[in-house]
Protein backbone atom coordinates (compact mmCIF):
# COMPACT_ATOMS: atom_id res chain seq x y z
CA UNK A 1 0.00 0.00 0.00
CA UNK A 2 1.87 3.27 1.16
CA UNK A 3 5.83 3.25 -0.01
CA UNK A 4 8.42 4.92 1.04
CA UNK A 5 10.47 5.95 -2.01
CA UNK A 6 14.08 7.11 -1.37
CA UNK A 7 16.69 8.62 -3.54
CA UNK A 8 19.83 10.66 -3.65
CA UNK A 9 22.91 8.23 -2.89
CA UNK A 10 25.49 7.25 -4.95
CA UNK A 11 29.53 7.52 -4.72
CA UNK A 12 31.00 10.44 -3.55
CA UNK A 13 34.84 11.59 -2.68
CA UNK A 14 36.08 11.89 1.19
CA UNK A 15 34.65 15.65 1.95
CA UNK A 16 31.74 15.73 -0.28
CA UNK A 17 28.46 15.97 0.23
CA UNK A 18 25.20 14.28 -0.76
CA UNK A 19 21.28 14.99 0.15
CA UNK A 20 18.81 11.72 0.85
CA UNK A 21 15.43 12.31 0.06
CA UNK A 22 12.53 9.92 1.44
CA UNK A 23 8.78 10.47 0.01
CA UNK A 24 5.70 8.69 1.35
CA UNK A 25 3.31 7.66 -1.75
CA UNK A 26 0.59 8.57 0.39
CA UNK A 27 -0.39 10.56 3.54
CA UNK A 28 0.62 8.17 6.89
CA UNK A 29 -2.34 9.11 9.51
CA UNK A 30 -1.26 9.85 12.79
CA UNK A 31 3.13 10.36 11.71
CA UNK A 32 5.03 10.89 14.99
CA UNK A 33 9.05 10.39 13.65
CA UNK A 34 11.12 10.48 10.72
CA UNK A 35 14.47 8.98 10.41
CA UNK A 36 17.02 8.00 9.07
CA UNK A 37 19.30 4.56 9.54
CA UNK A 38 22.09 2.66 8.05
CA UNK A 39 24.11 -0.64 7.84
CA UNK A 40 27.78 -0.79 6.88
CA UNK A 41 29.20 -4.01 5.72
CA UNK A 42 29.42 -6.10 8.73
CA UNK A 43 27.43 -3.80 11.37
CA UNK A 44 23.82 -3.74 12.73
CA UNK A 45 21.52 -1.31 11.59
CA UNK A 46 21.88 2.06 13.43
CA UNK A 47 19.91 5.18 13.80
CA UNK A 48 21.51 8.47 12.21
CA UNK A 49 19.04 10.55 12.95
CA UNK A 50 15.65 11.40 13.99
CA UNK A 51 13.04 14.26 14.15
CA UNK A 52 9.47 14.49 15.94
CA UNK A 53 6.69 16.26 15.75
CA UNK A 54 8.24 19.34 17.56
CA UNK A 55 11.01 19.10 14.82
CA UNK A 56 13.29 18.48 17.84
CA UNK A 57 16.01 16.08 16.28
CA UNK A 58 18.18 13.52 17.65
CA UNK A 59 21.83 12.54 15.89
CA UNK A 60 24.36 9.96 16.96
CA UNK A 61 27.41 11.40 17.93
CA UNK A 62 29.24 10.56 14.74
CA UNK A 63 27.14 12.36 12.83
CA UNK A 64 26.91 15.35 14.99
CA UNK A 65 27.91 18.88 13.28
CA UNK A 66 27.96 16.66 9.78
CA UNK A 67 24.42 15.38 8.91
CA UNK A 68 21.31 17.75 9.38
CA UNK A 69 17.61 15.87 8.72
CA UNK A 70 14.94 17.69 7.91
CA UNK A 71 11.72 17.27 6.96
CA UNK A 72 8.40 18.61 4.67
CA UNK A 73 4.90 17.34 6.25
CA UNK A 74 3.10 18.73 3.32
CA UNK A 75 5.12 16.63 0.82
CA UNK A 76 5.49 13.61 3.12
CA UNK A 77 8.95 13.74 2.79
CA UNK A 78 12.26 13.77 5.03
CA UNK A 79 15.57 14.69 4.15
CA UNK A 80 19.50 14.10 5.29
CA UNK A 81 22.04 16.48 4.32
CA UNK A 82 25.20 14.47 4.35
CA UNK A 83 28.35 17.24 4.78
CA UNK A 84 31.80 16.49 5.44
CA UNK A 85 31.48 12.74 4.56
CA UNK A 86 34.26 10.07 5.44
CA UNK A 87 35.09 6.46 4.00
CA UNK A 88 33.16 5.42 7.62
CA UNK A 89 29.82 6.67 6.47
CA UNK A 90 29.57 4.02 4.13
CA UNK A 91 27.05 2.23 4.29
CA UNK A 92 22.94 1.47 2.96
CA UNK A 93 20.72 4.13 4.29
CA UNK A 94 16.98 3.40 5.15
CA UNK A 95 14.39 6.00 5.80
CA UNK A 96 11.72 5.51 8.20
CA UNK A 97 8.32 6.95 9.48
CA UNK A 98 6.19 5.97 12.76
CA UNK A 99 2.33 6.37 12.19
CA UNK A 100 -0.24 5.24 14.06
CA UNK A 101 0.67 1.71 15.18
CA UNK A 102 3.00 0.96 12.31
CA UNK A 103 6.10 1.84 11.14
CA UNK A 104 7.15 2.58 7.66
CA UNK A 105 10.11 1.81 5.94
CA UNK A 106 12.15 2.44 2.99
CA UNK A 107 13.86 0.38 -0.05
CA UNK A 108 17.51 1.47 0.96
CA UNK A 109 19.51 3.58 -1.40
CA UNK A 110 23.62 3.42 -1.13
CA UNK A 111 25.91 6.03 -0.03
CA UNK A 112 29.55 4.83 -1.01
CA UNK A 113 32.70 7.52 0.50
CA UNK A 114 35.81 6.47 -1.53
CA UNK A 115 38.38 8.08 -3.74
Known amino acids: QVQLVESGGGLVQPGGSLRLSCAASASIFGTYAMGWYRQAPGKQRELVARIISGSSTNYADSVKGRFTISRDNAKNTVYLQMNSLKAEDTAVYYC?????????WGQGTQVTVSS
Open 96 to 104: NFQGFMKDY
